[in-house]
């Protein structure tokens, strides 16, 4: 017997809104946008992106959203101050261990 393989953590109806799993729904995900991104990077001469980046994550993100936080919220927000995830369970992960 043959089952497929799944690539997706859950299939939902499209009726329903499932924040268990995190999965955004499919038709929000801007494909064109990411692709658009994609090319654009993968045109660059460097190849530092395909590396391993620091514990903290990208420092010119990090730089970008100190200004952001900074502006919308009127008090400094230091980029040495924030770090980054790849979502809440990585996040919960650093903090536990």
Known sequence: MHTPLQTIQT???HDFIDLGTGDPQLELL????????AAHRLGQPDRDFLQYGTEQGDGFFRAALAQFLSARYG?????????????????LSLVCT
């Open 11 to 13: 299939v939902v109806p």
């Open 30 to 37: 801007p494909l064109d946008l990411i692709r658009e991104a």
């Open 75 to 91: 008090f400094p927000v230091s980029h040495d101050d924030l770090f980054t995830t790849s979502g809440v369970s990585s996040a």
